[in-house]
């Protein structure tokens, strides 16, 4: 059966490799759900075509030696990039795995990456379809360091984990009923939108709610809140009741 | 410091859960896999805390520890949840949850947790999350994963547009 418009991935080629790419047409002619749009074989004719397009692209597929001489080279097509096609993922097809280039690359904002003669074609179609549907398609050692990096940042930014304090426990008598019942979903992991829907108000509302919450508790996270509120529920299991 | 496992291969998995259901999912899970064994269960944080410090003699390689439970651990008493990762240095900490928030799941990649599944996860795809996790790999939803790629990228353009404004 045919793929609506709508269902169609639709990917544009950026690679220089005739014989690659040949045998990419091939493989993803297969795929009735993927559709090739355009194909450019050098980093001029692939500059004009970020720069001029105007139809919905799901995804690109280039080849490193394009992307690093955009980089290297051009800031202003990839700026454009962004902004003619802020919702196109980039998938890089490399001849070798780097791991330094390719953390690089993630950082700009690519979500998929292969090797070309590591992979087959099923996981070629694998790949488009996995990244455009918004996951990510890479080496599990690029995934380990980029947790690892990531993981460094956050520990950075949030400090060691700590069990909260009487003091701190303390400042939920300052919430009101609402923002308790509200923390109270916080706690149980529920997002913003699932606690509008539980309490009947917007999700602005809940927004609204939480800030003040963070403030009144000295929180910088649902993290720290959450903590607080369960840490408090251990030590006085009535908390919730007696002040309110 | 607990003893290593030395039984044999079979990897030693201690499940701490609160739901009655999910340990019986998870017990269900490791017993059609000759590989794995169950050391020991319970259902509460105190219970939880006895079976690792004082009633198993033998370091489990893994523990299920589910979401609700290790927030209740973190907020009451973090710091014996730290002493247990010195005795157990060997062991690795699994998450499981029927829901989570991308702030808890940071936190826990901060804290080196690498294991995460949501309940209701196959039984096969559980104990393929142990092995993977054991041989030192990452096992986690795949909408998270991209959440953390995203998160890195979005860190990078802050960093630039800090740079930009400071002038470095």
Known sequence: ?244 | MQQPNVSGNALGVVILEKDGRFLADMREALKNDAEMRVLGERTDLPGARALLTEEIDEAPDIIVAGLDLLKEAVASDVATLMSLKETMPGAKLIVASERYADEEVFRMIQEGIRGFFLKGTPPELITRCIRVVLSGGIWMDNSFIARIFEEVSHRNEEAGMRDSVSGN
Not at chain 1, 97 to 118: A, H, L, P, W
């Open chain 1, 1 to 244: 059966m045919e793929n609506s418009a709508r269902d169609t991935i639709r990917i544009v080629i950026f690679d220089g490799d005739t014989t690659f790419v040949d045998s990419l047409k091939k493989t993803i002619a297969a795929a009735t759900d993927i559709r090739i749009v355009d194909v450019r074989g050098d980093i001029d004719s692939a500059k004009a075509f970020i720069l001029g397009v105007r139809e919905r692209i799901d995804l690109i597929l280039v080849s490193f030696n394009i992307l690093k001489e955009v980089v290297a080279s051009d800031m202003e097509t990839l700026v454009k990039l962004k902004e003619n096609l802020p919702e196109t993922r980039v998938v890089v097809m490399g001849e070798r795995y780097v791991e330094e280039e390719i953390f690089r690359m993630v950082e700009q904002g690519i979500k998929g990456f292969f090797v070309k003669g590591d992979i087959s074609s099923d996981f070629i179609i694998k790949c488009v379809r996995v990244v455009a549907q918004g996951q990510v398609w890479m080496d599990a050692n690029l995934v380990n360091r980029v947790f690892e990096e990531f993981s460094h940042y956050y520990a950075q930014a949030e400090g060691k984990l700590r069990s909260p304090s009487h003091e701190e426990t303390d400042r939920l008598a300052l919430l009101t009923k609402r923002e308790m019942e509200l923390l109270e979903l916080v706690s149980m992991s529920l997002k913003n939108d699932e606690i509008a829907e539980r309490l009947f108000i917007s999700t602005k509302t809940v927004k609204t709610h939480i800030r003040n919450i963070f403030e009144k508790l000295g929180s910088r996270n649902r993290v720290d809140a959450t903590l607080l509120y369960i840490g408090a529920s251990k030590r006085r299991p009535q908390v919730a009741q007696l002040e309110h």
